[in-house]
């Protein structure tokens, strides 16, 4: 079983900056792709940004240029470093990762319990 533990969340006005994190626990083999999605109120969830192992991004495009995501392999954790945060930017976020549970192969879709992101005007 992996455990996805989030943190960095908070109230922040507009212009402001957070940094989310999320650590992966647990048994596995090894994380595939790690990404960020974001789920506002009466809207469905929605791709934030992803990076793999070797450390290819994809944002959103409405994020492009104010969010950068990276990852630490060693820890087992994805950071999300958001900038110049708008409104419309507020959410609950939620860690994605995808795990190799063992040296067979394939792959298991974990989340994390989401993390508040409020940004006030």
């Known amino acids: 079983q992996v455990q996805l533990v989030e943190s960095g969340g908070g109230l922040v006005q507009a212009g402001g900056s957070l940094r989310l994190s999320c650590a992966a626990s647990g048994s596995f083999f090894s994380i595939g792709v790690m990404g960020w999605y974001r789920q506002a109120p009466g809207k469905q969830r929605e791709l934030v940004a992803t990076v793999t192992r070797a450390g290819s991004t994809n944002y959103v495009d409405s994020v492009k240029g104010r969010f950068t995501i990276s990852r630490d392999n060693a820890k087992n954790t994805v950071y999300l470093q958001m900038n110049s945060l708008k409104p419309e930017d507020t959410a609950v976020y939620y860690c994605?990762?995808?795990?190799?549970?063992?040296?067979?192969?394939?792959?298991?879709?974990?989340w994390g319990q989401g993390t508040q992101v409020t940004v006030s005007s």
């Open positions: 994605n990762a995808l795990v190799v549970p063992n040296y067979i192969g394939g792959t298991e879709n974990y």
